[in-house]
């Protein structure tokens, strides 16, 4: 069971209020034997979500239509150590920083990745500045972004603002833009996809569109320029933050992100492009996304502040190469 993930099932009508340990303890699969002592250490370290945010509280009040994901994580030999990493901050005062994560790295330690993470180089550059509710492994850690998706982060450093920006994000009330690179033109070039999320049936590693379950999702998306309708440079917001949910939502359009190697297998495009092209888009070593804008509430200053970072070097190289076309 180390190391697996358990999706609940939705909390119906009659768990509505109840505790989230309480509801956990009969809400996982019965072979799980999993004891409350156990849930409530996993919830308090950080290995409880919901929608990608981190659920520290056993006595969070769980609501009808509500579900959770939680980890079991493997035994692990050492804490996250402090690394001398450079870091790209965009924000920092006593309660919060803010940080362009580049490609390719890790927010937070994980089987096969234990160094190199966004949360050892905070570890070094905020010392014991860090909101512990994240746990050993996240401390700090609020939201995540992929491995290869670069962009904008926000981190707490106390339990306040940890609290108060896990708040808006279980409400959806964080703003955030990203860019996406896409294969084929989006048809129509603006709109918005509205399709429930969840665990694919097939691979446990992968999310997809479910007709029957999963949680809703909503992204808005806008064409900015098309690529000899080969390729799109497309503007995503989010109304809601599942998890790979602007992947899953442009693929199931036909739009899979450039340099996607999960979300693009088998994906088989109408359009017939030319060998040069297809070089062009297939060579891109990563997922051509990127967190352009975030804007939240400043828990303590209660003031909306908002970031925005410019396109990392190579998707300013992919967009030249596009243009050339």
């Given amino acids: 069971m180390e190391n697996d993930f358990f999706i609940t099932a939705p909390a119906d009508v009659s768990q509505n209020g109840l505790r989230l340990d309480k509801f956990l303890l009969t809400a996982l699969p019965q072979d799980a034997a999993v004891s409350r002592n156990r849930i409530q250490f996993l919830i308090k370290n950080g290995f409880v979500t919901s929608e990608e945010n981190e659920i520290a509280d056993c006595a969070f009040k769980v609501k009808t239509g509500d579900s959770f994901c939680v980890e079991f994580p493997q035994p692990q030999d050492a804490d996250p150590q402090p690394e001398n990493i450079a870091l790209d901050i965009v924000y920092e005062d006593d309660d919060l920083i803010v ?6 790295m890790t927010v937070h330690p994980a089987p096969g990745a ?3 993470t966004l949360v050892n180089a905070l570890l070094y550059h905020c010392r014991d500045n860090l909101s512990g509710i994240g746990g050993v492994k996240r401390p700090g850690i609020v ?5 290869e998706t670069s962009g904008l982060l926000v981190v707490a450093k106390n339990d306040f603002t940890h609290q108060g920006l896990s708040q808006q994000f279980f409400e959806h009330s964080i703003q955030r833009t ?5 294969y084929a033109v989006p048809n129509p070039l ?4 509205v399709a429930n999320i969840g665990r694919s049936k097939f691979d446990r590693k992968k999310m997809a569109i479910l007709n029957n379950g999963g949680k809703y999702a909503a992204t808005s998306y806008k064409t900015l320029q098309t690529f000899q309708n080969f390729a799109a440079l497309v503007q995503c917001n989010l109304e809601t933050g599942r ?3 602007i992947r899953v939502h442009l693929s199931s359009i036909g739009c899979a992100l450039i340099g996607d190697k999960v979300y693009r297998q088998n994906h088989k495009s109408a359009l017939k492009i030319p060998q040069k092209i297809a070089n062009t888009l297939n060579s891109f070593p990563r997922q051509a996304l990127h967190a352009a804008t975030l804007g939240f509430i400043h828990p303590r200053l209660q003031k909306f502040l908002q970031f925005q970072t ?16």
């Fill in 310 to 325: 410019d396109l990392p070097d190579d998707l300013n190289n992919l967009l030249q190469q596009l243009n050339n076309l």
């Fill in 190 to 193: 603006s709109g918005k996809i």
């Fill in 99 to 104: 940080v362009n994560k580049p490609a390719g």
């Fill in 143 to 147: 939201h995540r972004i992929d491995k």
């Fill in 114 to 116: 234990y160094n190199g």
């Fill in 178 to 182: 990203y860019f996406a690179f896409t």
């Fill in 243 to 245: 998890t790979h949910q």
